[in-house]
């Protein structure tokens, strides 16, 4: 087996680069370790070598991290404190080599990777913009396991390790420099040239070893640099994390603790509880789930979205979006960022520069968090053209109708634009609801009509929906699929049907909470509950973000489509009656101020509403039990039905597109955590009560006889 | 014919503009680069055209940006074009546009580019305003100071009057003599009356508001969205007053002879905002890429004449030059554009083409002739729909030969006057 270390000595100095044979990126797992090992050991001893540098051989990524397939074996908590163990007294060993080493960091540095850099003797890093640093341990429900928690506070000042540490946020090249996380910042051309220089200077002991660059203004000598002062910051951040992880995410609670331990019994203990919690969380729930959503969405970034041989996408380079509403103009948004030239069309001038102002304020945005320059800026805006005509559609590849859900108008719109498109450009209707069949209906190129549904607001929601119908060409759904992945979403592919995956799994737990709204349930109880299980916001107070018109719509197409068990709350269509659509129109269940700010209940709404103000109590678990089964058994019906590819594809949809809690791995790995047998006999319970809206799916109800679950075994990629 | 012999031929295939806009008014905020910007964008756009084709990209100018000398490249690097465009900017006064185009003709003529983007830009909202030379050499003595004291003794040197600034004014550097002074002189020296003025502003006014009405001005112009708001936008020219009237033309003071003048605000072109861009191929590589051109270039001519005698009579030496190098005569234009900087100036000229005198300066023997007011800028001018200096000659080119088209009629003359004494004329057939 070929090494990953190689090791060339110019005059004195060790280059050590990292080259991990056969993969894209480096990851430091047990061989690459134990050939750290060996190096670190020849290093002590071999008195001809006087510095060490060590750099990355890989293009964009100096080192991602753990070897992530490696936790995900382990199966006791000591286990993996045996390995945060190993880890911490490698970089051990490292801190306290006899030469010294400096880092030449180009590309991502993330995870482990930050943490040897941290115990490096210099870091210099490239001012590329690919180079990035991060502990993004908590996103996985995990912590830093090799000194992180207790190296970076010493180095950049418990303020900013906190910030990095707690919510695994990235960290750029001219920050980075500012904190002190690295010591220098130079062009990529020169990194390793002066990576070696600063080597030899600190093998001749010309340059004293870095200590890391904290600022010496009022703020930091009274928040970082004094126990009194850190008491406060640390108090602070516990509140703050207690209220944002709500009990349902135990690593960042746990980072904290590591980090108290430090400062207060020192590090020897601090690094003890690093690697206690970091054992304990390596074996969670919670990271469970956490990393198999990250190995599925790892998995959906390599599919193409069809049975292999999948076809090559066709390329996008010109996208024409027909209505410059929200979605649209978030469409837009996204694709000119991605340097797709857009074409925004309207019916009339002003609806399309609402459209234009609506994506200039997305650009807007990222100026002002300095992500793009104001020369990028002014080239995105220039990226979309407007027009209320069908004028510049005839080089466009893919054109995306985001207009009003109304299947007259949807034909009306895909007979004028078919009419305009090259012969070889791909249709695709941004709908939620309505299956595409339908509206390919009056289509003459059905092998071309996809649906590719879109989550609200497009720039900030990570999900992409790609419908298929049966005549949907596999060249049409690859180009859909690879354009979604281009502008940054995870891509699941569906079947068509009413509703889909997505709307018709959330129109089922949302038609619940109107049957709850029925019987009397109050709205901010029947919220409560769901945020309790994790949820980010109740549905009632989601059916006012999403439109109560909209919701109406849904809940009537899905009613008529799935009979009983979607039969319509009489609540919802009461609200919808009245005129109230929700934050949009600042009136909903809930009360709305002028800029659209949520506010209390709106008690007059109880009026609307079939029970009237008299309140029943229902109990938040019956809330929450009928809820989520009334999802989940949607979800499995899906699957059953073939609308669904997979139960994974299931579990990335429903947590990234409908806010499905991501520590519960989604409605299939929540079935198999319960247990099917479980969920089928809450399920008959209810049904007993509320027939038939809780029947459960045949598929539910076989794997609960034969005692089968949807993934294999715990832990496993799927 | 004036043609090389190779036997290509100048295709122009589309053109697109902002919509122009008084100074100061709706699109005061866009710099002349990003009006450029704004049209070649709607132009790649609305021809559906494959950016990589684009060879190079020449852009015209009058009131250079101080920041930014060459306009044409800032305008290439559009994101929509590739990076390797180049492009370069040319300034020929009000014929800048002009220049762009014929500098790319001739360059497609040679055989050196095969698809280009002409046209030009002119933000008079944002006109440098300099410093005045006592400000400015303090400043630099300043900046070159080593001590504290010698700074503030550079500074103090400073007088009031040295902050009064110093804004650029539209007159000849040669004779001093500014445009309007030049139009009156003109206007004098040809017998140019009052109302002979108004009544071909008002002309202007009314033809270019029917060409607005029923949109065939309106299908040159990309909207243009007008920022930060975006609610207001901006889809015709503001300078067209479909409303004025004889009377109220008539009720305006002269501005530059207030005793014995004839040029009002009203007779004259205004200073103007806006941006204008065509798409020029080389015939055989637009047949193959598809297009169907609005037209091509017949022929083209430039002429100058002494700026301290009539500024704006050059159009009427490059004319007939013109029409030689065409093979062809005045009857056989079917429309003739002619750019209004001023009511005296289009009515000189034509005096000028139907005079000997003229003709023999310019060396034929007979004059070019009567020019049939029927055919004459049949959706007015630039005195109402406006005139920003360097986009102006797009303009025309894409306003006449969109007028040809829709009337399926063959030949084309337009003539543009510009400062310097100089003035150009060119011929464009549809097939």
Not at chain 1, 305 to 317: F, K, Q, S
Not at chain 1, 445 to 461: A, D, I, N
Request: aromatic share 6%; net charge neutral.
């Amino acid at each position: 087996m070929s090494a990953a270390l190689s090791v060339a000595v110019r005059d004195g100095v060790a280059i050590v680069t990292l080259d991990l044979p056969g993969q894209s990126v480096n990851t430091l797992g047990r061989t690459v370790r134990e050939e750290f090992a060996r190096l670190f050991d020849r290093l002590e001893r071999d008195s001809t070598v006087r510095a060490a540098v060590l750099a990355s051989a890989k293009p964009d990524v100096f080192i991602a991290g753990a070897d992530i397939e490696e936790l995900s074996g382990i199966r006791l908590p000591s286990e993996a404190e045996q390995l945060s163990r190993g880890g911490q007294e490698l970089l051990a060993q490292l801190e306290a080599l006899r030469v010294p080493v400096v880092a030449a960091i180009h590309g991502a540095c993330l995870g482990g990777g930050l943490e040897a850099v941290l115990a490096c003797h210099h870091r210099v890093a490239s001012d590329h913009p690919r180079t990035v640093f991060a502990l993004p341990e908590v996103q996985l429900g995990l912590i830093p396991g090799a000194g992180g928690t207790q190296r970076l506070p010493r180095i950049i000042g418990l303020r900013n390790a906190l910030d990095m540490i707690l919510t695994g946020r990235t960290v750029r090249g001219r920050r980075a420099l500012g904190m002190g996380l690295v010591d220098e910042l130079v062009h990529p051309a020169i990194l390793l040239e002066v990576a070696e220089r600063r080597a030899r200077e600190l093998g001749a002991g010309t340059r004293p070893r870095s200590r890391g660059r904290r600022r010496k203004d009022a703020a930091s000598l009274a928040l970082d640099e004094n126990p009194l002062g850190r008491m406060v910051v640390l108090r602070q951040a516990r509140e703050r994390t207690e209220a944002r992880t709500r009990g349902q995410y135990p690593a960042p609670l746990a980072a904290l603790d590591a980090i108290t331990t430090g400062y207060s019994e020192g590090e020897e203990r601090g690094y003890a509880s690093e690697a206690h919690h970091f054992g304990d969380l390596v074996v969670s729930e919670v990271s469970r789930e956490l990393v198999f959503l990250f190995f599925a969405t790892q998995a959906l970034k390599k599919d193409p979205g069809v049975a292999e041989p999948a076809p090559d996408p066709l390329p996008v380079n010109k996208l024409a979006v027909i209505g410059a509403g929200f979605m649209g103009s978030g469409i837009a948004a996204v694709a000119a960022q991605q340097d797709t030239l857009v074409r925004l069309k309207d019916t009339d001038l002003l609806r399309v520069g609402r459209g234009l102002k609506a994506a200039r304020d997305v650009f807007e945005e990222r100026l002002r968090k300095r992500r793009i320059t104001r020369g990028r800026f002014d080239d995105l805006v220039t990226m979309v053209g407007g027009t209320t005509e069908y004028s510049g559609f005839g080089n466009v590849d893919l054109a995306i109708e985001a207009v009003f859900e109304d299947v007259a108008l949807k034909h009306t719109v895909l007979r004028e634009t078919e009419a305009v498109l090259p012969s070889d450009a791909i249709y695709a209707s941004n709908t939620s609801t309505i299956p595409i069949a339908t509206i390919a209906e009056v289509s003459r190129r059905p092998e071309q009509v996809l649906g590719m549904h879109f989550f609200s607001p497009v720039p900030k929601m990570p999900l992409l929906e790609v419908i298929a119908t049966a005549r949907t060409s596999p060249t049409a759904v690859t180009t859909a699929v690879a354009y979604g992945k281009r502008l940054g979403k995870t891509v699941i592919v569906v079947n068509d049907g009413p509703g889909f995956y997505t709307t018709r799994t959330l129109a089922a737990y949302m038609n619940e909470a109107g049957h709850l709204l029925d019987e009397g349930a109050s709205i901010e109880a029947l919220d409560a509950a769901l945020v309790e299980f994790g949820f980010p916001v109740g549905p009632v107070t989601l059916l006012d973000e999403v439109g109560i018109d909209v919701a109406g719509k849904v809940a009537v197409v899905l009613g008529d489509a799935f009979g009983a068990r979607m039969a319509p709350s009489r609540s919802l269509a009461r609200v919808v009656a009245a005129g109230r659509t929700g934050r949009k129109g600042r009136l909903g269940f809930y009360k709305y101020d002028a800029k659209g700010k949520k506010g209390n209940v709106d008690p007059s709404i109880y009026d609307l509403l079939p029970s009237g103000a008299q309140r029943t109590e229902l109990p938040a678990e019956d809330m929450r039990r009928r809820l989520v089964l009334a999802m989940v058994n949607e979800a499995v019906h899906c699957l059953e039905t073939g609308i669904l590819r997979s139960a994974r594809d299931g579990d990335v949809g429903a947590v990234f597109g409908i806010g499905f809690p991501p520590f519960r791995g989604g409605p299939f790995r929540w079935v198999d955590s319960v247990g099917a047998a479980q969920v089928v006999e809450r399920m008959d319970e209810l049904n007993g009560r509320f027939p038939p809206r809780f029947q459960p799916a045949p598929m539910l109800v076989e794997m609960a006889r034969a005692g089968r679950r949807f993934y294999p075994e715990r832990g496993r990629a799927p | 014919m004036p043609t090389p012999g190779n036997g290509r031929r100048v295709a122009i295939v589309a053109g697109v503009r902002t919509p122009f806009a008084r100074a100061g008014t709706q699109l005061r905020s866009f710099s002349a680069i990003e009006l450029g910007k704004l049209a070649v964008a709607e132009l790649i756009q609305r021809t559906n055209l494959d950016t990589k084709e684009v060879q190079a990209l020449v852009f015209g100018t009058v009131v250079p940006d101080v920041q930014a000398p060459n306009i044409a490249r800032e305008v290439s690097l559009l994101p929509l074009l590739p990076k390797g465009v180049q492009a370069v900017t040319v300034s020929r006064a009000c014929a800048s546009a002009n220049q762009a185009i014929t500098d790319v003709a001739d360059q497609i003529l040679l055989g050196h580019l095969d698809v280009a983007i002409a046209g030009g830009a002119e933000s008079l909202s944002n006109v440098p305003v300099l410093h005045s030379r006592g400000f400015s050499d303090a400043l630099l003595a300043a900046s070159r100071a080593r001590s504290f004291g010698q700074r503030a003794k550079a500074l103090s040197r400073i007088r009031p009057r040295d902050f009064v600034p110093i804004t650029p004014a539209i007159a000849e550097p040669s004779t001093g003599e500014s445009m309007g002074e030049s139009a009156e002189k003109m206007a004098k020296i040809n017998a140019i009356g009052r109302e002979e003025q108004d009544q071909l502003a008002l002309r202007s006014h009314r033809l270019a508001a029917a060409g607005t009405a029923d949109g065939r001005l309106t299908a040159e112009i990309v909207p243009v969205f007008v920022p930060p708001a975006y609610e207001e936008v901006a889809t015709s020219d503001n300078g067209i007053r479909d409303n004025t009237s004889l009377e109220q033309l008539a009720a305006l003071k002269p501005v530059f002879d207030r005793k014995y003048g004839t040029v009002t605000a009203g007779n004259a072109s205004p200073l103007t905002d806006g941006g204008a861009a065509v798409l020029l191929m080389s015939e055989a590589r637009a047949k193959a890429l598809g297009y169907e051109p609005l037209g091509y270039i017949r022929s083209y001519a430039y002429a100058a004449l002494d700026p301290g005698e009539q500024l704006l009579m050059a159009p009427v030496l490059a004319a007939p030059v013109a029409l030689q190098r065409a093979g062809l005569t005045l009857p056989d234009m079917d429309l003739v554009e002619m750019h209004e900087a001023f009511a005296a100036q289009v009515l000189s000229n034509l005096k000028g083409l139907e005079s000997r005198e003229w003709a023999e300066r310019a060396g034929f023997s007979k004059p070019v002739g009567e020019v049939d007011r029927a055919r004459l800028n049949v959706m007015g001018g630039s005195i109402a729909i406006g005139h920003p200096f360097g986009a102006t000659g797009a303009r025309i080119t894409t306003t006449l030969l969109n007028e040809l088209r829709r009337r399926d009629q063959q030949f084309g003359l337009m003539t543009v006057c510009a400062a310097g004494g100089m003035g150009f004329a060119m011929v464009v057939e549809r097939t």
